[in-house]
Nanobody, 128 residues
Framework: RCSSWSLGGGLVQAGESLRLSCEVS??????MGWFRQAPGKERERVSC????????FYAASVKGRFTISRDSAKNTVYLQMNALKPEDTAVYYC???????????????????????WGKGAQVTVSS
């Protein structure tokens, strides 16, 4: 089970920041990530992080602006979104899968098809 919420609301102006949070209910370690779906588009990956928090993946469109982090003790993942752009407007979903892997290539595991648990989604709207 996974839940998500946003901090500071989901409506911001371009250039502003927003943070999303998602907690997986249950024990164990998870690879967790963020995905988004914009109007008229398929769900796309944004960022993922595994139990080794240095092992991350960022989509090129958000690299340098977004930062993913986690609190493993709480199985909570965060997405700090800075310098938001109108094209970041989308419904953001957190996803998680149990990290049973010895070796993971993040660019491949960070795919919505790999996730077993999902949050309900958070609407992020960036104006101007």
């Amino acid at each position: 089970r996974c839940s998500s919420w946003s901090l500071g609301g989901g409506l911001v102006q371009a250039g502003e920041s927003l943070r999303l949070s998602c907690e997986v209910s249950g024990s164990g370690l998870y690879i967790m990530g963020w995905f988004r779906q914009a109007p008229g588009k398929e769900r796309e990956r944004v960022s993922c992080i595994r139990r080794n928090t240095e092992n991350t993946f960022y989509a090129a469109s958000v690299k340098g602006r977004f930062t993913i982090s986690r609190d493993s003790a709480k199985n909570t993942v965060y997405l700090q979104m800075n310098a938001l752009k109108p094209e970041d407007t989308a419904v953001y979903y957190c996803g998680a899968v149990r990290d049973t892997y010895a070796i993971v290539t993040m660019e491949f595991i960070c795919d919505h098809h790999a996730m077993d648990y999902w949050g309900k989604g958070a609407q992020v709207t960036v104006s101007s």
